[in-house]
């Protein structure tokens, strides 16, 4: 069993950074996929990056791009999210999720575990 743990969401006024941690535990990390996703209130849940664990190969959604940064630390078997510039419409719940085995991926179904999720809110 996997366990992922959420970490860093909070309030904060537009233009400013937040940096999402996500702990996992119960397995060797040495091929996951992990992905952020996140959910606005009323929409459904949306792709937001990925990063293969051994190759560093990243994938990001167009609305984050040139912003976000997602990121790990092997050693400690984190993956990070760095948000910068951040505006109202990146308001939700943001969930960290692992893919056991195959590449990059977009879609809510290709992951396997998931966190419960921390709330990122910013302000106008």
């Known amino acids: 069993q996997v366990q992922l743990v959420e970490s860093g969401g909070g309030l904060v006024q537009a233009g400013g950074s937040l940096r999402l941690s996500c702990a996992a535990s119960?397995?060797?990390?040495?091929?996951?996929?992990m992905a952020w996703f996140r959910q606005a209130p009323g929409k459904e849940r949306e792709f937001v990056a990925t990063s293969r664990w051994i190759n560093l190969n990243r994938y990001y959604a167009d609305s984050v791009k040139g912003r976000f940064t997602i990121s790990r630390d092997n050693a400690k078997n984190t993956v990070y999210l760095q948000m910068n510039s951040l505006k109202p419409e990146d308001t939700g719940v943001y969930y960290c999720?692992?893919?056991?085995?195959?590449?990059?991926?977009?879609?809510?179904?290709?992951?396997?575990?998931w966190g419960q999720g921390t709330q990122v809110t910013v302000s106008s």
């Open positions: 999720a692992a893919r056991l085995h195959g590449d990059v991926g977009v879609l809510i179904r290709e992951y396997d575990y």
């Open positions: 119960g397995r060797t990390f040495s091929d996951y996929t």
